[in-house]
């Protein structure tokens, strides 16, 4: 592993002791705790996160087609996401930060948010948070619970219920796995036939079938790596398109408030993002800001009380005090 992926795992592993310590002063559910595998950088995209022996014994499950978002197992998504992550952090646009203290903080907040409703689709291996060193406005997920959050992004919340609201938004997307539904729908058939071919072929003893099955896996890495290329520009470059943007938007208000979160979190955050100044990120990926509040004007939510918005203010203000 990489050196700079440390920070990162250091911080995933505090949040998971501490769960989602957050909120239990105001009485908001404890989450479960959750530490799993680490999104790995350094050039480990498509062929080494599906060409593992772990991926190569899924079993007879892979017996099957795959032509919508709703088809893929939970394991394929998890490695799929590792692989969009891998190659948004492999250039130079997105270093990681290498603050464990903002890491750690970021993590809490998502994994209060993750784990406080019902309404949150639990992954393979749980949900990660990282922050990028990175001017840019933005945040974005990968699928199987992957999130970024720019110190852009962050420098321009102005208290934790902002930041929950734009996590949950994120947490939205991977939810309703908008991620995997941009895979092109003839890579998830070929991935479907390549994987019914593989747990044939799975087992075999002879030196033709198994260079015949070590053909196949490379076959199926490289669709899978396609099907990354695929998620990585719609992140970055083409976005989701509006409908969906406004569904991670209600669902996330409503994820943030059933985590004790302010309902108005989302909704300050895009009443007060810059609109001029940068390129990228939410100002080319996602709808209009006033759009965006047009829709969420009649979501229901109280405030929480005072004794939980101070200390809030004081640990949001102390994390963006630490930013670059």
């Known amino acids: 592993m990489s050196a700079k992926t440390l920070p990162w795992r250091a911080a995933v592993l505090g949040a998971a002791l501490a769960g989602a310590a957050l909120l239990v002063t105001c009485g908001s559910p404890q989450g479960r705790q959750t530490t799993g595998d680490i999104l790995r950088t350094g050039g480990q995209i498509a062929a080494g996160a599906t060409g593992d022996q772990r991926f190569s014994q899924l079993g007879e499950s892979w017996a099957r087609s795959i032509r919508t978002a709703d088809d893929f197992l939970p394991t394929e998504e998890h490695y799929i996401g590792r692989a969009v992550g891998a190659s948004a952090l492999a250039g130079d646009r997105y270093p990681l930060l290498e603050d464990p203290q903002v890491s750690a903080y970021v993590n809490k ?11 949150v689709r639990q992954t393979f291996k749980g949900y990660h ?6 001017d840019e406005l933005n945040a974005f997920s990968a699928p199987g619970g992957f999130i970024f959050i720019t110190t852009g992004m962050l420098k321009e919340t102005r208290s934790e219920e902002e930041l929950a609201g734009i996590l949950a938004h994120e947490i939205s997307h991977v939810t309703l796995k908008h991620g995997l539904a941009a895979i092109p729908q003839a890579n998830m058939v070929q991935a479907g036939q390549l994987m019914t071919e593989l747990y044939a072929q799975h087992g075999t003893d002879s030196k033709k079938d198994k260079r015949k099955f070590k053909r ?25 398109g509006a409908n969906l943007e406004f569904a991670a938007d209600e669902l996330g208000t409503r994820l943030a408030t059933a985590a004790g979160f302010a309902p108005d979190g989302i909704r300050s955050f895009l009443s007060h993002m810059p609109q001029v100044g940068g390129a990228g990120g939410w100002k080319s990926t996602h709808p209009a800001p006033a759009a965006r509040l047009a829709r969420l004007a009649s979501l229901p939510g109280d405030t929480p009380p005072a004794a939980c918005l101070e200390p809030r203010r004081a640990r949001h203000a102390a994390v963006l005090a630490r930013l670059p």
């Open 129 to 134: 948070f990282a922050v990028l060193r990175s």
């Open 216 to 240: 196949q896996l490379a076959r199926l890495s490289k669709t899978f790596g396609e099907s990354a290329d695929k998620v990585v520009f719609t992140l970055l470059t083409g976005g989701y």
């Open 109 to 119: 907040v998502g994994l209060a948010v993750a784990f406080s409703s019902e309404r």
